[in-house]
């Protein structure tokens, strides 16, 4: 992708990112890890895939507007079709198992085990993406978020089985998302940003209302101006805006250097999670959030010279 069109400048050949990058994936990274306490919200109220279904179908119209307002490629050829239904398919598991889990366990349980994400795609990228590479220092800062992940499971066993079972469906749900992202960059330099956004969250969209139909017991509970929020949080700020920014960065700066700031989002994700939802502030889960940080620490080199 153009310098133009993404705003940002690539660091040729290295996969690093210059200040404004590093920045804007930052506050993305922020955005998404709030977005599980706006998911427990909502769910209180909803239904597990009546709110996915909601969610992404206002995210579909949203980005399919903004496309067309702006002039956007969203033409597929005939081997793109497919691609975009597999890429919707894996969308569709990945999400059905985090709103899963999530309606198991907590909010800062859900962002923290997210952080075996950048793992998962180091190793994925190393092996299927034959341009991106991992270095003994990022890989040790890897280690490092995943070993806090870990230390959360001390906390885990303290709670109920369902708490236990929503953290192991959640890190299913990792696990799909890390093959979500490979798939995605392996592809990516065939479409534009505007068309992998949308294509993936309007194939899942009417599969969650199926699914609604089939698994939810109460689509409806009830809605009142806190589930309202939530969903517009959920829909235009995440599922709209940050989807489309994730994908602009992924495509120019790789997943194996995106993926390492995720790292970044238990912080909103716990705080938010205390502040708003009563959950407990735990030693393993204080342990945790240390590890992590000093994970990301290691795992980010210093931003090199552009060129």
Known sequence: MKEQETGFAAAVDTGEMDLRASLYTVFLCI???????????????????????????????????????????????????????????????????????????????????????????????????????????????????????????????KFDESILLGDVIVMLAVL??????????????????????????????PLFFIGALLWDPEIFRFVDISIIAAMAYQSLITASFG????????????????????FIMPFSGVFLGIVMLGEPLTVNLVLSMTMVTVGLVVANKPVKRLV
């Open 31 to 157: 955005l998404f890890g709030a977005n599980a306490v706006a998911i427990k919200i909502s769910l209180a109220g909803l239904g597990i895939f009546t709110t996915a279904g909601i969610r992404f179908s206002i995210a579909a119209v949203v980005i399919l507007s903004w496309a067309l307002l702006t002039g956007k490629p969203l033409r597929l050829n005939h081997r793109q079709v497919w691609q975009m239904a597999i890429l919707g398919l894996i969308f569709f598991v990945q999400l059905s198992l985090f709103y899963i889990g999530l309606s198991k366990t907590t909010a800062s349980h859900g962002t923290l085990i997210s952080n075996i994400l950048p793992f998962v795609v180091l190793i994925l990228a190393h092996y299927f993406i034959k341009e991106e590479h991992f270095s003994t220092r990022k890989l040790g800062g890897l280690v490092l978020g995943f070993a806090g992940m870990v230390i959360l499971f001390g906390d885990t066993f």
């Open 176 to 205: 799909t998302w890390g093959g979500n992202a490979i798939y995605t960059k392996r592809i990516i330099k065939d479409y534009h940003p505007s068309q992998v956004t949308l294509y993936p969250v309007a194939v899942s969209a």
């Open 243 to 262: 989807l489309i920014g994730w994908t602009m960065l992924i495509k120019e700066y790789g997943a194996t250097t995106l993926h390492s700031y995720i």
